[in-house]
């Protein structure tokens, strides 16, 4: 008989003696649960003043980390955010500029 864990109870303080045998989750971690965003060493930074919302950095962030409120593009979503820099080079307004991350 297999055992399963939700993948809602796979966080920090889980050890792998509570993880079913094999590794058997049954249900999707989504990003919304797992914070992906604190390995990046890489880091983008919006200068709202500069933004056209022309909205081309939105669809080309692969981990959907540029919100949008109202038409409008907000800052970034740094729980998720990877540091790929894909958005500040599609930026033309120079709204984003993309650097090394202080840790």
């Known amino acids: ?3 399963y864990t ?3 109870k796979v966080n920090e303080q889980i050890t792998w003696k509570d993880i079913a045998p094999g590794g058997e989750v049954y249900e999707g971690g989504t990003s919304a649960l797992v914070n ?7 880091i983008p930074a919006f200068i709202a003043e500069n933004c ?5 950095c939105v669809p080309v962030c692969p981990d959907s980390s540029i ?3 109202d038409g409008k593009r ?3 979503d740094f729980m998720h955010c990877k540091g790929c820099g894909i958005c500040w080079k ?3 307004f120079e709204a984003i500029t993309f650097g090394k991350e202080a840790k």
């Open 52 to 56: 056209k919302h022309c909205m081309l």
């Open 6 to 8: 939700p993948a809602a």
């Open 67 to 69: 919100p949008v409120k």
């Open 36 to 42: 992906t965003g604190d390995w990046r060493t890489m």
């Open 74 to 76: 907000l800052d970034f």
């Open 90 to 92: 599609v930026c033309r």
């Open 1 to 3: 008989m297999s055992r």
